[in-house]
């Protein structure tokens, strides 16, 4: 008797639960939809070099996979080659130029076509100095390396802190390649928007 009295008590309880959840489902997950009411889109433009370094004993670049394709081996960058960076950005294109940054994230060998050397982009360009300090940039891109000496375009998509919703455009040039090695140092000259 007692127990089933409990039984009864704690359906009776678990039923209010659930009806009292049901009806509180259509706002469960989700707040209202409202206008954003963005504020003024600005413009910022950022410029610094990106140092991308493959040789020597601390590189800041290190491919973590390829494709099992004839060639591959001796063509570290072949198609299918995937790196992961942190790359550090600077102000100045020289090596102990003052550092504001870090580029992180991956690249992948995106062409069949070698001759047409393209990297396809996923990384986080972030600044650990002055204005945009804990702020960055995300970059989702194909680079087509090989499209010089005109300068190659990446897009911005997104980005954190004072570049949170940020889009725009990144125009990349090389400034200076060891092709044995592949270390290169690289312009950018970023165009966010941003609010
Ligand atoms: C790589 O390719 C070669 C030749 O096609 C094959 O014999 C070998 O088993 C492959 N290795 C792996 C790990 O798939
Ligand atoms: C950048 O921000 C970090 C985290 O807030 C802080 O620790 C650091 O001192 C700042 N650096 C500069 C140079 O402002």
Redesign the pocket.
Known sequence: MMKSGIITLCLALCLTVAVTASSDSNNYYYGKTKPANLKEEKVTRVCFFLHDILSGQNPSAVRIAHANLTGSEDSPVGFGSLFAIDDPLTVGPEKDSKEIGNGRGMYVSGSKNMDKFMIVMYVDLAF???KF??SSISVFSRNPVAEEPGGREVSIVGGRGKFRMARGFIKIKTHQIDMKTGDAVLRYDATVYHY
Do not use: A, I, V
Request: net charge neutral; proline share 0%.
């Open positions: 650990t100095t002055g300090n804990g």
